[in-house]
Every structure is written in structure tokens, then in C-alpha cells.
């Protein structure tokens, strides 16, 4: 699954209709859209709320580590690094309040500027500033979601808007981000056809045989647990397992303790043959 | 679905470097060599090093590059899991986290939680800390552990280094070990004898399947005849001895190789081991590497490190020992 987050609506729109999100309800204060693949959640502005809206969703979704995680939008840059426009993917972002620096992996290619972000807590109108670029979210993202998926499934893409010489006008916005959404969407597209493999070794109908199997042979919950290691490594090596398996399916429920461990060292002696 | 590595950067696109080395000489070196990679200035190597969720395996596919300050622990105690070769005094030495390699069974990604290189650029002060350590004693120091210091030659030049240190200091026997085929990155140096060059051989079908960027038998046996060659006392490492299907015939096949093409009177010696690591570490690799077919093997807990059965050890080392005597005298021969 791929998350997007913005700020404002106004942040979020083209992606909305380019990418065909339908919007979800039973997010509570936050509007929510989505499609088969993507979760688009906007935020509202500034650092807590950027950690707090991505935070809500991931409590409803269930998140993997392997799913990709964006925020989307606008950033103000210094004059002489960046043009009105340009797309930005952070690799650097420091919090202004705290002066921590974090660091998502940019492992993938992408046709973006590369810059470091300074993250601060209200907007500022002086270009005299240690960071060519600064927004009000990044490090509030980029610490929540860094807790639940992998570093470089996290990518902050920013526009640039302005030079941090003044208030924005609405539209203006509207116009800068409907005219880069096309570049981040292909991106984005990109992305999802390279989203990790999957790491799980057996599959539904084995789990659920070992379950059956562990159940009828009384097993604790170290020896179960010692079970699905077992067959995992002995599927990876074999590429099989459910035969092994089928021939204890059908045992006969263990009303004794000392039976099911005598099964189960059984099924462990083969398990462990090399 | 699979990765597409078309769509991942290069390795070293980016280097991440300590504000406290922007101006050391290495890491100016290192930025010229790499004249296209972004820089990304941190404040200690921990903050990109040591980051919660990274993942070891994505990170192997585009390595990025850390330049740090070594601060403290310039020097270890050798470890009990590594051949001392009957040396009192062993130390090892880490100026490299990790390696550009990505063998299967290799223990550092165990360790750390990056597959990011760290190189310490101040060796100088390693190389201090190594002198006042054998100033009243020999020592026997191993200087590429943690990663491939050959291999990372035309980058960091820690080989020379230590070379320039081993000239003047003869209380120091160094010891560095390589899977590469870059000897010539060091072949313009003159052998001395308390410099010992050493090469990690696995059988083709393990280096081409397990090996994950390794030169091949062929080329790596290149880099030890020209060694050898050149005068470079040898050590040959047939260490870990992996048990996989048919391993007689592949390791049968490759010691067969090793002494078409280099005369074992020229072999300093030859250490021998099976697969061992530490328990905690063995963890860490199962985590990051579920689906390895190496790793999958039922290994037995020994004293606190993860090892094959007593059974499988005696069958690999007993044939690899008993082969290995039909071309070298069989006290050249360590086993682990």
C-alpha cells in the first residue's frame, strides 16, 4: 500500500482526481481518500499535525513495513538554490525547535532536485537560514512514520512556492502543484510496481496447519513457536512442507502432555533432517 | 513483485559526511574520487548508521557512503571464533564498518543494523594507538574483519597505510583479509614479511550463489599468483567451508584449481573452517535473511555460537583437510 499525505486540501487535489481516490469516511476529523492501492490522508498544517494524522490512519490501516509512505507539498526555498516550481525530494530534514537531523535513504532514482529541509514550528519571512528549504512538517512526518516502515519507503517530495518573502495567494498554490503533480505521479507509479517482496515463508493453508497440528498435540506456546520456525527453515530448503504436515493432520487429539512432545519430536527429527 | 535494480541509484550516489572530517585529507580524496555523488553533511555517523528500520537487504542494492571520526575503541582484543595461528598478542583493527560484498552467510549483517560502509577516516590515529600497544611487544593485528580493506583500496588507501606502518614497525604482524581481485591497487609496494596478504577462496558455485558481488575463483586466484609473484607472504582461507549438496565435488574442484595455478610451496599457509557465528548475531542475520537457503540449515547452539552438527563439521573439515594434503604439507594446514 502506498500513504500520501499532505497538509491542505489545496496540496492534495490533483492527486485526488489524477489518481481516481474516492473519499472514505470513518476517519474522524480527518478527510481521507482512497483507491485500491494508495491512502491519501491530509493532515492539516505544521508539525504535530503532520505526525498525528499519519499516526491516526496507520491505527486504522494495517500497516506493513514495506508499504511506501509520502508527504506531498509546498516548501519555501532560498532564492539561489531553487526555482519557483521545482521539485524537491528532501534528504535531509531538520527540526528548527529541536535540531535534530534525519536522514530517509534515497535508495531509488527519482527525476527530482535533492535538498535538505528545514522544519519549523510557524512560518518565517527571512531568508537567513542554515537549510535551503523549509516547510512546517517534514520532521513531524518523518518521525512518526519512521517507527512503522522502512527508511526508504519514506520519501518527503516538496514544490517550491515561494522565497520566503510573503504570504502565498491560494491559487497560485492550486496552479504550481496541478502543474508538478504529473512528475510526482509518475513517480509514484513507478514506485508501486517496485514495491518489496514479500518476506512471509509459509503460506495460509501451512499456518493454519500447524495450528490444527499444534492444538491436537497440546503444544505450549514456546514449542509452537519453535514448530513454525522449524518448518520454515525446512520449506526454504525443501520447498515443501505441506506433505509433512498432511501426515499429522489427522492425529488424534493428545489427552496426554507426554504424547504430543513424543509427536512432536518426531515431526522436529524430520524437520531438522539435512 | 520484484525490484527493479534499473530504478535504484548507484552505489556511493550519495556520501555522508561528520562535519568534524569535512577537511581531513581522505575525505578529500574520497570526494574527488567520487566527483558525482551528493554530499550530505551530518553531525555524527550514528544518526545515519544507526537509524531504527533500515533494512539491511534494500540497502546492499545502493550502498551509500559514511565518512566519520574515529573516537575511541581503536583497537580489539582478537576474537575467540578467529584463528590466531599460534600469534600471542592477537588484536584486530576496524577503521571499515561493513563491506561492499554481500555474501549470504557473512556475520556483519548480524552486527550492524546498516548495510552503509562507514570508513573512519583518521587512521592515523589507529595506527598511533596500534604503535603505543606494540612498543614492548610483538603483536599479531588483523586489520580487514569488519570489512575489505582491498577491496576498498582505490577509495580509502588503508592497505598503504598499514604497508608504511608494518615497514617501520616490526613488532606488528598484520594480517589482511580479501575476497577482491585488486591486488593490483597495491601491486607497486615491496613485500615485507610481517605483512601477510590473505585470500578467501570459496568454490565457484558458492561465490556465484552465495557471494553476492564477489570476484570469481578465477580472478581472485589472478590476484594471489600475482602476489605471490611479486614476493607478498600468502595465506589461503578456505574458511567457512559451507554444507551444501555435492560439497565434495566443489570443494574437490576448486583446491584441484587452486594448485593448477599457484605453486603451494609459495603458500605460507592455509587456514581451514566451517561455518560458525555467535548466537545473537545468528539471530540478526535470520531476521534480515528469512528466506536463506544457507542460513535454513537446523545449526546447533555450542557455547554460545551457532555452528553445524559435530557430524557435518568432521565430514567437511576431514575432506577438505585429507584434500588439501595431496598438494601441500600438511602443517601449513590450520583448522579452525
Known sequence: MIYITTAMYIEAAP???KLGLKKKEGYGKY????NEELILVITGTGIINAAAGISFVFGKELI????IIMNIGICGAKKDKFHIGDCIMCSKIIDKCTSKTYYPDILYKHPFKESSILT????????????????????????AVSAFVYQHNIHIIKIVSDYMNGKIEKDFIKNTIEEKSDIIINWIKERIENVDESIKILNHEEILTIKE??????????????????CENYKVRNNDIISILNSYKN???????????????????????? | MKLDSSLLNSDFSHIYIEKSVLKHYKTKKIIKYFNKSKIIEIDHYKDIFSRTNQSFKHQKNSKKLILAQKKDNFVYNGSEMCDDFGNENFYYTSDIMNCIYNCEYCYLQGMYTSANIVVFVNIEDT?????????????YLCISYDSDILALENIARFTEDWYNEAVNNKNITIELRTKSANFKSISNIIPVDNFILAWTLSPEFITRNFEGGTPSLNNRLNSVKQAVEKGWKIRLCIDPILYIKDFEKYYDEMISTIFNKIDSNKINDISIGTFRVG??????????NKKSYLLAYPFVDKEGYVCYTEKHRKQLIEFVNQTLKKYIDSKKIFIY
Not at chain 1, 31 to 34: E, Y
Not at chain 1, 124 to 143: A, K, L
Not at chain 1, 213 to 230: A, P, W
Not at chain 1, 259 to 264: D, V, W
Request: net charge positive.
Open chain 1, 64 to 67: 506493513s513495513k514495506n508499504d
Open chain 1, 213 to 230: 497440528i499444534s492444538k491436537v498435540l497440546k503444544l505450549t506456546e514456546t514449542m509452537r513457536h519453535e514448530f513454525i520456525k522449524l
Open chain 1, 251 to 274: 492425529v488424534e487429539i493428545c489427552t496426554q502432555k507426554r504424547e504430543g512432545k513424543r509427536l512432536f519430536n518426531e515431526i522436529r527429527q524430520q524437520l531438522i533432517k539435512f
Open chain 2, 127 to 139: 595506527i598511533r594507538k596500534v604503535r603505543e600497544i606494540s612498543k614492548s611487544k610483538k603483536i
Open chain 1, 15 to 17: 492527486f485526488i482526481k
Open chain 1, 120 to 143: 519549523v514550528y510557524q512560518s518565517i519571512y527571512d531568508e537567513q537560514i542554515d537549510s535551503e528549504c523549509v516547510d512546517m512538517e517534514s520532521s513531524g512526518f518523518y518521525t
Open chain 2, 279 to 288: 548466537k545473537e548475531l545468528y539471530k540478526n542475520m535470520k531476521y534480515k
Open chain 1, 31 to 34: 478527510q481521507v481518500f482512497k
